[in-house]
């Protein structure tokens, strides 16, 4: 179940407007807040700061026009696509 992005929001954001995609979209956002929290080792919300937030639409979008591409480079997020959104909340380890 997403925690800080709702499945209109982004749809919205992907300017999907019929539900035939609800569960690819939902799975998607899962992904997505599964690995910004990770990154950050922060628990998501609602109330989560606005660019985790981004973070988690940004990867929603790149995941869903590249679906289908598993095999192609294009598929993974470059690491730069979300980083400057998530450095601000990494915790910093010696």
């Not at 807040?33 to 940004?58: D, F, I, K, Y």
Request: no cysteine.
């Amino acid at each position: 179940m997403p925690l800080s992005t709702t499945l209109a929001e982004a749809k919205g954001f992907l300017r999907v407007a019929d539900a035939a995609e609800d569960a690819l979209v939902g799975l998607l956002i899962d992904a997505a807040e599964a690995r910004v929290a990770a990154a950050v080792g922060l628990a998501l919300s609602p109330a989560s700061p606005a660019p985790l937030r981004l973070a988690v639409l940004t990867l929603v979008a790149h995941a869903y026009e590249h679906r289908g591409q598993s095999s192609e480079p294009s598929a993974e997020p470059p690491p730069g696509l979300v980083e400057p959104w998530l450095a601000p909340y990494r915790t910093a380890r010696l």
